[in-house]
């Protein structure tokens, strides 16, 4: 079993920056892909970025990187998602999951099988 703890979250002022962090604990961690996905109020989860579990695989929305950069330290069982030049519409509770695939992360929501409790991140304008 996996259990996903976020934290990093709070209050930044447009233009700011945060980094994110999932803490991961159980046996197969060390296994699994991982990810952030986000929700705003009153609107769909949305995919923000992927890490294979080796790190030698990344995903981003549209397969571009823009503002975010996701990345993981394997010795602390932890990833991480750096965020920067943060706007108003980035306001939104974030969440950490596992899975063993990255495509899975980005794609099939539906299909992952470890979520964090996440994270609200505001952006104030």
């Known amino acids: 079993q996996v259990q996903l703890v976020e934290s990093g979250g709070g209050l930044v002022q447009v233009g700011g920056s945060l980094r994110l962090s999932c803490a991961a604990s159980g046996r197969m961690f060390s296994g699994y892909a991982m990810g952030w996905w986000r929700q705003a109020p009153g609107k769909e989860r949305e995919f923000v970025a992927a890490?294979?579990?080796?790190?030698?695989?990344?995903y981003y929305p549209n397969g571009k990187k823009d503002r975010f950069t996701i990345s993981r330290d394997v010795t602390k069982n932890t990833v991480y998602l750096q965020m920067n030049s943060l706007k108003p519409e980035d306001t939104a509770v974030y969440y950490c999951a596992a899975a063993e695939w990255g495509a899975t992360l980005s794609h099939d929501p539906l299909s992952i099988e470890y979520w964090g409790k996440g994270t609200l991140v505001t952006v104030s304008s």
């Open positions: 890490i294979s579990r080796r790190g030698g695989n990344i």
